[in-house]
Each structure stands twice: as C-alpha cells, then as structure tokens.
C-alpha cells in the first residue's frame, strides 16, 4: 500500500516492502525588524513569514525490501539539482506547492562483506519552494 512521497520518492508498506518515514516534524517561522530608537525602547516590525520545513527521517533497508543507493541516488539527484517535489502522507499533500531538499545526513548502520550499505537511516531537510 502507497502511503506517500517526496517526488519519485514512494513511502509504502506492503509484504515485500517497508519504506517510511518516522520522526516527522512541521515548523514555521516568521521574521522581524528590529528598530533601535534614541533613549527609547526597540520596536518590532513584522517583515513577513520565512520558508516552511519539514524534517524526518527515511530508514532505507534491504532487509526491508528497499535498497538504499537507489533511494539514495533519488535524493541526491533532487538535492544537486534544486529540483522542487511534492510531499504527500496519507491523504496530506504538504505546503503551498512544492519543496525542495535543505539539507540530507546519512548514517550507515550496516554493510554487507563486500561494503554495500545494506541498512541507512537518512536525514532530510526540506523547505518550502513557492512559484513565482
């Protein structure tokens, strides 16, 4: 069963396979001026609302059915190019249109006899991508 995805990127669950995310977190800020006044207190200007992000883990194993380079190379490819995707979970299509990848930290866990990571954690970063 499809549970989501970040672009070509498909989050499933099935018999064969287990590809989810876990650790899943939404923030937002805004930003501020700050005005410094002669003998007075600052005043505070709201300048506007900065890029949502999304951060959560993808635990990528063969074990599972996944295998982790092919995953991996997904991810890059979106990150090296700045590509904008879609993220979607469950019926939740996230943001205002798309996003693209901030940042992505990769721990291996474990390798097979020959060096192949067999099982990674991948850490993701994603911030919201508006069209003009």
């Not at 070509?8 to 930003?31: G, H, K, M, W, Y």
């Not at 991996?72 to 693209?100: A, C, D, E, F």
Request: hydrophobic share 40%.
């Amino acid at each position: 069963m499809i549970v989501g995805c970040l672009g070509d990127l498909i989050f499933q669950v099935s018999s064969d396979t287990v590809l989810t995310v876990s650790n899943f977190v939404e923030s937002a800020s805004t930003r501020y001026a700050i005005h410094q006044r002669h003998n007075n207190s600052a005043c505070l200007e709201y300048t506007g609302m900065d890029p949502d992000q999304l951060t959560f883990d993808i635990e990528l194993s063969e074990y599972l059915g996944v295998y982790p380079q092919s995953a991996i190379n997904i991810l890059w490819g979106y990150i090296r190019s700045g590509q904008p995707v879609s993220m979607v979970l469950g019926r939740t299509v996230y943001g205002k249109w798309r996003w693209v990848i901030k940042s992505m930290a990769i721990k291996m866990k474990h390798t097979d006899k020959d060096g192949t990571w067999t099982h990674c954690t991948v850490s993701v970063t994603l911030m919201e991508y508006l069209a003009q």
